[in-house]
C-alpha cells in the first residue's frame, strides 16, 4: 500500500523545522526559494513541466520528514531535480545541475553545498529516497486542467484564456504547500475555478451535462464544497500579496556530511585552549654529501699491454724485447669436426654427364589418353 502524502493544517504547523526552532512564515518562505530554485534551475536546463513538478513535490515530501536547519533547502533542492529527472526519463547530470546552481545562487546560498558538491548531493540522494519511501511516481494538475478544460463550452478566445491563466496559478501553486494538502485533481479544478472569475467568465454549460449537476466539476470530481475551493485560491493569492515581511538575511547553512541537528536544550560546550607549544631553535640543516671523485678515462684504466699498437720509435723486435707486455699468440683454429674420407665410391651415375646417362622412356599411352581410353579401352584393359 502506498503511503499517504496528503496532511492537515494542523499536521503542516508540526514539522521538524518548526520544533527545531523555525517559525511558520520562516519555513513557508524557505519552502517557496526552493521551489522558485527548482523552478529557474530547470527552466534554465530545458527540463520538462512534469519534471520541475515532480522535484517540487519531493521538496516537499522530504521536510515533512526532516529539518531545514540539518538539510540546506539548496542542495536538498539540487538532489530532488536530479532524481525527478531520472523518473520522468529527462536526466541531467549531477555536474550540470551544480553548475547551474551556481550561477543562480549567490556565495552565501553556494556555501552549504561544501568543497566537494558533487558528493554531497549524491549523498543526500540516498537520504531523499529513503525519506519519500521510493514511492517515485507523482501526479499533477496539468494533465487534469487540460482535460476538465477541453469539456467547457463557450467562446473558444476566453476560454484559451482561462486555461493559460490556470496553468499558471498551477506554476505558482507548486510554491505552496498546496500539493500536501489536496490531490492533483482538486488543485486543477481550484485553478480552474480561479481563473474564470478573475477573468469574469462564467461556465454555464460543458460537454455531458447532467440534470443532477449544479457546478461544472461535480462531473469531474464529487463531494467537494466552493469553500475548499476557495482556500485552495486564497493559498495561492497568497503568494502575490504585498503585506508579506521581507525576508532576513539567512546565515550561510553547513553542508549535510557537516550539519548536526541542533538541540536547544543542551548547552553548547566551548573545548579548553591548549596551551602553546614551545618553539625551539631551528636544527641547522645537514651538510651536504661530498660527491665521489670521478671515473679515470677508459684510455686510462686499461693496461697498457692490450694496446696492439706500438708506440713511435720501437724497434721492430719490441715484441721479443718486451714479452711480458703483449699475451701470447692465440693457436690456431682447428675444425670443430674431422669427417673421414668415404669408404665406398659414388655412384656411377655422380659425375657422369647427362648425355651418357641412358633415356628414360615412358610406357606407350593408349589411345584416347589415360582418361578417354579410345573406343577400345575394355578389349585392352578388361580388368
Avoid at 519531493?58 to 529539518?67: A, G, K, L, P, T
Avoid at 538539510?71 to 526519463?89: I, N, Q, S, W
Avoid at 550539519?259 to 596551551?275: G, R
Avoid at 659425375?351 to 615412358?362: D, E, H, K, L, Q
Amino acid at each position: 500500500m502506498p503511503p499517504c502524502w496528503y496532511y492537515e493544517k494542523k499536521e503542516l504547523k508540526d514539522t521538524p523545522s518548526m520544533r527545531e526552532g523555525i517559525s511558520f512564515d520562516t519555513e513557508r518562505r524557505y519552502r517557496k526559494e526552493g521551489a522558485r530554485f527548482i523552478l529557474n534551475c530547470g527552466t534554465s536546463m530545458s527540463l520538462g513541466h512534469n519534471t520541475i513538478a515532480t522535484g517540487v513535490v519531493y521538496f516537499h515530501r522530504f521536510y515533512m520528514f526532516h529539518s531545514f536547519k540539518t538539510f540546506p533547502r539548496f542542495v536538498t533542492a539540487c538532489c530532488c531535480l536530479l532524481l525527478a529527472g531520472k523518473v520522468e526519463e529527462t536526466p541531467k547530470k549531477c555536474r550540470d545541475i551544480i553548475k547551474c546552481a551556481k550561477g543562480i545562487l549567490t556565495e552565501d546560498q553556494y556555501f552549504s553545498f561544501g568543497d566537494d558538491p558533487k558528493e554531497e548531493v549524491m549523498t543526500l540522494e540516498r537520504i531523499l529516497l529513503q525519506t519519500i519511501k521510493f514511492d517515485l511516481q507523482v501526479d499533477h494538475p496539468y494533465h487534469f486542467l487540460l482535460k476538465y478544460a477541453k469539456s467547457l463550452k463557450g467562446d473558444q478566445s476566453k476560454l484559451q484564456k482561462v486555461a493559460q491563466m490556470a496553468w499558471n496559478f498551477v506554476n505558482d501553486s507548486l510554491s505552496t504547500t498546496v500539493c500536501l494538502q489536496w490531490e492533483p485533481e482538486i488543485i486543477a479544478v481550484a485553478m480552474i475555478h480561479l481563473a474564470s472569475k478573475l477573468t469574469k467568465f462564467a461556465v454555464v454549460d460543458w460537454i455531458g451535462k447532467q440534470p443532477s449537476q449544479s457546478k461544472w466539476w461535480d462531473m469531474f470530481v464529487s463531494d467537494i464544497t466552493i469553500e475548499i475551493l476557495e482556500d485552495i485560491c486564497h493559498q495561492v493569492l497568497d503568494l502575490y500579496s504585498k503585506n508579506q515581511v521581507q525576508p532576513e538575511n539567512s546565515p550561510p547553512q553547513q553542508p549535510p556530511s557537516r550539519s548536526v541537528s541542533p538541540n536547544h536544550n543542551q548547552k553548547v560546550v566551548v573545548p579548553p585552549k591548549l596551551p602553546e607549544e614551545k618553539i625551539e631553535a631551528p636544527i641547522p640543516p645537514a651538510e651536504k654529501p661530498v660527491a665521489p671523485p670521478p671515473h679515470p678515462p677508459l684510455s686510462e684504466a686499461i693496461p697498457q699491454h692490450y694496446n696492439i699498437y706500438p708506440p713511435a720509435g720501437f724497434p721492430a723486435n719490441y715484441q721479443q724485447m718486451y714479452p711480458s707486455s703483449f699475451p701470447p699468440p692465440m693457436p690456431p683454429m682447428q675444425p670443430m669436426m674431422n669427417y673421414p674420407p668415404p669408404s665406398q665410391p659414388p655412384p656411377p651415375s655422380y659425375g657422369v654427364p647427362s648425355t651418357a646417362r641412358p633415356p628414360v622412356t615412358a610406357p606407350p599411352m593408349p589411345q584416347g589418353g589415360y582418361y578417354g581410353g579410345g573406343n577400345n579401352y575394355r578389349q585392352r584393359y578388361p580388368k
